[in-house]
């Protein structure tokens, strides 16, 4: 895996916008991956679909629906 520090980089620095774009892509996919691991790491701890959206900034019902699936999976729903 790339380093976060040159995805960084590359996305704020790149001259080629081609370069730039797939750093960004890259980016939200690690950020898209680490919210899912510890939003179910917060559920298994008992952590509220409330207490989940207030320390991503977003409402309960955007977490609720963007994560739902995965803890229903798992029969934490």
Known sequence: MVAVDILVRAASNADD?????RAI?????LSDDLE???VERAR???WTWQQIAEALGVTRQTVHRKHQTGATRKGKG
């Open 44 to 46: 298994d701890l008992g």
């Open 17 to 21: 916008p081609g370069e730039g774009l």
């Open 36 to 38: 899912v691991l510890h």
């Open 25 to 29: 892509a890259a980016l939200k996919r």
